[in-house]
């Protein structure tokens, strides 16, 4: 095999590897993009409906709990 052809083929492997990177990257950026959609839909989910400092009580969740 020539040097040339070597070369070809290392070129070819990398650009298969970043190819099924970019396909996995695509499909979680769509499931982020899904998980995002559900969230602002849902009303108990405080600041996903774009208004943040509605979501601030002030305090975390865990120091609003009651002995």
Sequence with gaps: MTDHQEKADQVEAELDELERESQRLEA???????EWEQ?????????ADGKPEAADSGLPPEAEQQE
């Design 39 to 47: 969230r602002k839909a849902d009303d108990n989910v405080p600041g």
């Design 28 to 34: 979680q950026i769509g499931g982020t993009r899904d």
